[in-house]
Nanobody
Framework: VQLVDSGGGSVQAGASLRLSCAAS????????VGWFRQAPGKEREFVGATNWSGDMPFYTDSVKGRFTISRDNAQDTAYLQMNSLKPEDTAVYYCYADRPLFQRIWGQGTQVTVSS
């Protein structure tokens, strides 16, 4: 599986963005998926993830109630819906995919910039 991040952009505070993580290759539905983000000068931070079916998402506290992860296994794509964006959400967002006994796979990242 290979992952391609897309959907980033520059928005005002309070706006919404939807990031996509498109997978190529087989067996995407057997992977859990999630996102990390990295702001300039900071370490990569976990944002959220979900299981293979998408019915068990979990999130870091700072995005709970604002961000939602979903997936469409028929389209081999996962989504990160981001609402009520804040300037502190500015970062490069990376999707990833995990499968037991396999190395984690990363997307190339997409920039999200939120201005006040």
């Amino acid at each position: 599986v290979q992952l391609v991040d897309s959907g980033g952009g520059s928005v005002q505070a309070g706006a919404s963005l939807r990031l996509s993580c498109a997978a190529s290759g087989r067996r995407f539905s057997s992977y859990s998926v999630g996102w990390f983000r990295q702001a300039p000068g900071k370490e990569r931070e976990f944002v959220g993830a979900t299981n293979w079916s998408g019915d068990m998402p979990f999130y870091t506290d700072s995005v709970k109630g604002r961000f939602t992860i979903s997936r469409d296994n028929a389209q081999d794509t996962a989504y990160l819906q981001m609402n009520s964006l804040k300037p502190e959400d500015t970062a490069v967002y990376y999707c990833y995919a995990d499968r037991p006994l396999f190395q984690r796979i990363w997307g190339q990242g997409t920039q999200v910039t939120v201005s006040s």
